[in-house]
């Protein structure tokens, strides 16, 4: 039997959860949108209001050294390169994931000239889809091919420039099998670049292990890095001499102050470095990236599996109209999970005035992310039990809760 | 005679003095430096405080909606707009410089078929040549041409698709002729895209009366929107239906939250935005941006005039050996003042040391900006005056203010 007490009990024995009181949890609110946007670590304010009052304020101009404001993105990329696998110098933090896409699928396309197709998958997350359309709506010959995810490997052909995937769907929660892929990819002389947006801080990711080639990631879901937080790039450590920085600013120079004419690409992985960056936002990435220091990865995959367990075994117990839409199979699934259901819009709308935040996808999707550092057992028997409710009283079908027209 | 005590008539007589105070001047400072980092407005710490403390840590994914997250790139790009002279449906807030420069030539590109060059001078700021190089290289058949500025007119032929200029020049702060060369362009079949980063917040600009095309700035200079802050792009409103966004990410997306798996520009300028942007950084340059609500724009030109034309009486009557770089008409001269001097690093360390930023550019350039805003005449007495005990004491030559062999 799975009750509220031994929920407790698996929360007191978490290793993770004394992660948890270092991020500011809303009263009587059960967060499930870390998948999103991830919650505030308690530390974000001081450091910022340091940032903004000490440094701007007195520092000025001379806090890009001597506050190591210029130094952040590689900075805060050797911290990410712990959570996804990567060497520190294979990965940087800017720009967002969109322009980090773009820039890794350009430059893709230039490291094998002559194959003139980016590969992926229609259900790859849209805005990952609509830049790889833009790319080649620039490249006279080029071409965007959508295969299913289980027909890319047999869809490998010597016209493949590149094969970009997200590592995690982003409606289903299904992992994909970066190691195999990228395999299959490189027997076909093709390049692997995977998004982790969902996957990196909640899924172990290993990308040296895959031999991954690219990647890019979001800092503002799993990572905790704020609203609109920089994202981040990878790119293989035997590749970065090799590669061409497509939109090649100055932060990617050899000689940034030296106001040369001519571009000269920086060594590594700074030369995919481009213009400047904020360090307010920075900072809050690099202060939500200082907690992760000290977590054990082998235990995110643990108890994000647990967790998950838990959630889909108390939904299907006790709501019998929601169906799932994740994997079963919790090594096949990653941090969060979905539910189908006719009135989704109006379900999660109820569920949001009951005091659980998830999501809602159309047409008919309930998103609910478990953020392995800060939510537990209990949070998510209480939210299964809030769930309960409103799907058996049936408050979903208030008039309040009707989706409107045009949802933003 | 110039005196302490007639410039510090000139700042009780000045209608813009009231702005001085809004911002935070660290005692015992003259700041010469807001030509690239503007100063911090008092109001910004509690703005990113609440944006925060409360926003973000109570508010989480809701405040995309209920605190306006979301509209910031249009909402504070209208802002922008009235500062260099364009309708607020013309302006958005996001990316950096860099990167709206590349999607804005590469949009050129596209909406200029069979045109196959960039022109631009060789003395635009650097990371614009390094841009425009990079787009160049990544589509084939296409030319980076540089011609002098003073020779782009004559330059213009048939095979021009975009002219690229710096309003200001970074360095000698000259003022290029935005509606000459922009004329000159439209009657060659070109277009005209124009970075404001020099000029906007201290040079009148009028990008509509020129008819300019195309433009992008910068948010952290006399914006003073803080370190890294959101930059902005410009497209004339007759363009923005016609134009393809080169990077183009689910915020340029007709139905962001549809989740389409086809990309469908967004009507107008919005088409232009790629990724997440920071609501962070957003909301320091939206809070910089209210003081200008209340400036009279007339005015900046007049004592950006006046500021600079008494900083170059001063340092011609007291220090001999610095040479004007800057143009000597007030009217073609934006809002810094640079001179040249041999030991030009080593000045600008000692002018340090004795509390005066400005910065130096090599091989022997010392620029001093001069914001409008916040800088008064009795700045620029004191700043003279400390300039001048520098060069007659000729404290720079001493070991500590030397040159290393790479300066960054």
Same mark, same amino acid.
């Given at each position: 039997?799975?009750?509220?007490?031994?929920?407790?009990?698996?929360?007191?024995?978490?290793?993770?959860?004394?992660?948890?009181?270092? &991020?500011?949890?809303?009263?009587?609110?059960?967060?499930?949108?870390?998948?999103?946007?991830?919650m505030m670590?308690?530390?974000?304010?001081?450091?910022?209001?340091?940032?903004v009052s000490r440094?701007?304020?007195?520092?000025?101009?001379?806090?890009?050294?001597?506050?190591?404001w210029?130094?952040?993105?590689?900075r805060?990329?050797?911290?990410?390169?712990?959570?996804i696998?990567?060497?520190?110098?294979?990965?940087?933090a800017?720009?967002?994931?969109?322009?980090?896409?773009?820039?890794?699928?350009?430059a893709?396309?230039?490291?094998?000239p002559?194959?003139?197709?980016?590969?992926?998958?229609?259900d790859?997350?849209?805005?990952?889809?609509?830049?790889?359309?833009?790319?080649?709506?620039?490249?006279p010959? +080029?071409?965007?091919?959508?295969?299913?995810?289980?027909?890319?490997?047999?869809?490998?052909?010597?016209?493949i420039?590149?094969?970009?995937?997200?590592?995690?769907?982003?409606?289903?929660?299904?992992?994909?099998?970066?190691?195999?892929i990228t395999?299959a990819?490189?027997?076909?002389g093709?390049?692997?670049?995977?998004?982790?947006?969902?996957?990196?801080g909640a899924?172990?990711?290993?990308?040296?292990?895959?031999?991954?080639d690219?990647?890019?990631?979001?800092?503002?879901?799993?990572?905790?890095?704020?609203?609109?937080?920089?994202?981040?790039l990878?790119?293989?450590r035997d590749?970065?001499?090799?590669?061409?920085?497509?939109?090649?600013?100055w932060?990617g120079?050899?000689?940034?102050?030296? &106001?040369?004419?001519?571009?000269?690409?920086?060594?590594?992985?700074?030369?995919?470095?481009?213009g400047?960056?904020?360090?307010?936002?920075?900072?809050?990435?690099?202060?939500?990236?200082?907690?992760?220091?000290d977590?054990?990865?082998?235990l995110l995959?643990?108890?994000?599996?647990?967790?998950?367990?838990? &959630?889909?075994?108390?939904?299907?117990?006790?709501?019998?109209?929601?169906?799932?839409?994740?994997?079963?199979?919790?090594?096949?699934?990653?941090?969060?999970?979905?539910?189908?259901?006719?009135?989704? +819009?109006?379900?999660?709308?109820?569920?949001r005035?009951?005091?659980?935040?998830?999501?809602?996808?159309s047409?008919?999707?309930?998103?609910?992310?478990?953020?392995?550092?800060?939510?537990?057992?209990?949070?998510v028997?209480d939210?299964?039990?809030?769930l309960?409710?409103?799907?058996?009283?049936?408050?979903y079908?208030?008039?309040? &809760?009707?989706?409107?027209?045009?949802v933003?």
């Open positions: 039997v799975i009750d509220r007490p031994t929920c407790l009990a698996r929360d007191l024995a978490d290793p993770l959860a004394r992660f948890r009181p270092l &991020f500011h949890h809303p009263p009587d609110l059960i967060y499930l949108e870390g998948n999103s946007l991830g670590p308690k530390a974000v304010p001081a450091r910022l209001d340091a940032l440094e701007w304020a007195d520092g000025l101009i001379r806090s890009w050294n001597d506050a190591g210029w130094d952040m993105p590689l805060i990329g050797a911290k990410i390169a712990r959570l696998g990567a060497h520190p110098d294979e990965v940087a800017t720009d967002s994931t969109s322009v980090n896409l773009f820039k890794l699928l350009a893709a396309t230039q490291l094998r002559g194959r003139r197709v980016i590969l992926t998958d229609p790859n997350f849209p805005t990952d889809l609509y830049i790889a359309d833009g790319l080649v709506n620039l490249l010959g +080029y071409e965007l091919r959508l295969r299913p995810v289980t027909e890319i490997a047999a869809s490998l052909d010597e016209t420039a590149v094969v970009t995937l997200s590592h995690v769907d982003y409606k289903t929660a299904a992992i994909h099998d970066m190691p195999a395999r990819a490189h027997a076909a093709a390049l692997a670049l995977w998004d982790l947006s969902h996957s990196a899924v172990s990711v290993g990308l040296a292990a895959a031999g991954a690219l990647a890019v990631g979001c800092g503002y879901k799993y990572l905790n890095g704020g609203p609109g937080a920089p994202a981040y990878y790119v293989r590749h970065q001499e090799k590669i061409r920085a497509p939109i090649s600013g932060w120079h050899a000689e940034p102050f030296a &106001f040369l004419p001519r571009y000269a690409p920086a060594p590594g992985i700074a030369r995919m470095l481009c400047t960056q904020s360090p307010l936002a920075m900072a809050a990435l690099d202060t939500a990236l200082d907690l992760w220091a977590v054990d990865l082998a995959d643990v108890k994000r599996a647990a967790l998950t367990d838990l &959630f889909i075994t108390l939904v299907e117990r006790d709501c019998p109209d929601l169906r799932l839409a994740s994997p079963r199979d919790p090594a096949a699934r990653a941090s969060h999970v979905s539910f189908r259901h006719e009135d989704g +819009y109006a379900v999660m709308q109820a569920l005035a009951a005091g659980v935040i998830g999501d809602f996808r047409p008919d999707l309930l998103r609910f992310g478990f953020t392995p550092l800060y939510i537990g057992y209990v949070d028997f939210a299964a039990t809030r309960a409710l409103v799907m058996r009283e049936e408050g079908r208030r008039a309040e &809760f009707r989706r409107p027209a045009r933003t």
